[in-house]
């Protein structure tokens, strides 16, 4: 069972910036991938970003340049600092993390319960 707590969700004004972390916790074998996901209100969940072991981050278009994906494997943490925020941004934000179980069994994707980022203008 793998477990993501997420956690830095809060209220910021246009312009601002927050940092939202997340852990990973529990028995699995190891964690291929962690990133992030976000739904705003009335829209589908999209992918934010994304960092798989041996590459480099993936970014939504909408985030260049203002967001930044900081993982350590060692201690099974990822965090994301968010630059330059808009109205936009706002919404709940998921920790996101492909964990292979035990040696040779398929990844399995895994979300926290979320974080809310409000973006105020």
């Known amino acids: 069972q793998v477990r993501l707590v997420e956690s830095g969700g809060d209220l910021v004004q246009a312009g601002g910036s927050l940092t939202l972390s997340c852990a990973a916790s529990g028995t699995f074998f190891e964690i291929d991938a962690m990133g992030w996901y976000r739904q705003a209100p009335g829209l589908r969940r999209e992918v934010v970003t994304i960092q798989t072991n041996g590459q480099p981050p993936t970014y939504a278009d909408s985030v260049k340049g203002r967001f930044t994906i900081s993982r350590d494997n060692a201690k099974n943490t990822v965090s994301l600092q968010m630059n330059g925020l808009k109205f936009e941004d706002t919404g709940v934000y998921y920790c996101?993390?492909?964990?292979?179980?035990?040696?040779?069994?398929?990844?399995?994707?895994?979300w926290g319960q979320g974080t809310r980022v409000t973006v105020s203008t």
């Open positions: 996101y993390a492909s964990v292979r179980p035990s040696i040779g069994r398929a990844l399995v994707a895994h």
